[in-house]
């Protein structure tokens, strides 16, 4: 087996370690180097605070705006947008799940969660990690259709857009051993997620598919994102069995602290959201 020199060593790329899956990969994803676009992601941190702060002057000016017109339709170009979001994710997800399960399954769990991410700028893999980091970029547009179209635009819909880019690209300039989790989570939930709009964009939902399996899988996301930056900020802190130095472990404690609240109040959030939409209104439902 030829290995891959990536930063100056033998780099073993996933599908070498499971050669099965090597024809499902490009030879521009083998021997793709993603170290030139992260050294300019990390020379370009105000690109995020920028973005953010005109998405935020878009929804206040916007609904603005928009509140004396009428509403736009744009019911295909969203699907269209959502049909894109939806296979890209499952794409990602194709490429970052395998890795984070055959990790988790192969690997004592603080390694996981603390190794150095090679895989951030590495070949095979690393252009997946990379393109999600950047995506979160364009998914800002989803909001851009909540206030062309006048259609409610809640406290967690812009506030996860603005702290997932936010964290996002913190975490991948400043390589989070333990980012493969949040990446592979979030590209599976946003495979299904975007999805399902695709398809109510289209009015195509089976009858058969209820919502609260998206709300599901975003709650699990959460839980398992808090527990995941739980146990590295103990790691990061007091040490583990494979990283006794303390402090050792892969990741800022700035970042820990931030992922941390982040983290702890999208849970909060989405299963407010949770109760609100099938608890009481099912119960409202039932009363009338």
């Known amino acids: 087996m030829t290995l891959t020199v990536f930063r100056g060593k033998p780099f073993v790329q996933f599908w070498q370690k499971v050669p099965v899956l ?67 994710s499952f794409w990602g997800a194709a490429r970052t799940v395998p890795e984070l399960l055959y990790n988790v399954f192969t690997k004592p769990f603080d390694r996981t969660v603390c190794d150095p991410a090679v895989l951030y700028g590495g070949p095979g893999n690393g252009l997946a990690v990379q393109l999600f980091i950047l995506s979160k970029l364009p998914e800002l547009i989803d909001t851009v259709f909540i206030v062309l179209r006048k259609k409610p635009l809640i406290f967690l819909h812009w506030y996860h857009h603005v702290t997932v880019l936010a964290y996002c690209w913190h975490s991948y300039v400043t390589e989070n051993g333990a980012g493969l989790y949040f990446i592979g989570m979030n ?26 399996i998206i709300t599901s899988m975003q709650i699990i996301q959460m839980v398992i994102g808090t527990a995941v930056v739980g146990f590295s900020m103990y790691y990061k802190n007091y040490g583990s069995p494979n990283y006794a130095e303390v402090g050792s472990c892969n990741v800022t404690t700035g970042n820990l602290v931030v992922g941390g609240i982040i983290y702890a109040s999208y849970l909060y ?9 099938y608890i009481f209104k099912s119960k409202g439902a039932k009363d009338e």
């Not at 021997?31 to 953010?52: C, F, K, Q």
């Not at 997620?193 to 609260?212: D, G, N």
């Not at 959030?269 to 609100?276: H, P, T």
């Open 269 to 277: 959030l989405f299963m407010e959201f949770a109760v609100k939409r």
């Open 22 to 88: 090597e024809p499902l990969y490009t030879d521009f994803e083998k021997n793709y180097d993603g170290d030139v676009a992260l050294r300019v992601m990390m020379d370009n941190n105000w690109v995020p605070i920028a973005s953010i702060v005109a998405y935020l002057l878009f929804c206040y000016f916007g609904q603005k705006i928009m509140k004396d017109r009428k509403p736009f339709d744009l019911r295909y170009t969203l699907a269209a947008w959502n049909l894109f979001l939806s296979l890209f």
């Open 187 to 212: 590209y599976t939930v946003h495979a299904v997620m975007y999805f399902y709009y695709f398809l109510m964009a289209i009015r195509a939902i089976p009858k058969w598919f209820p919502s609260w």
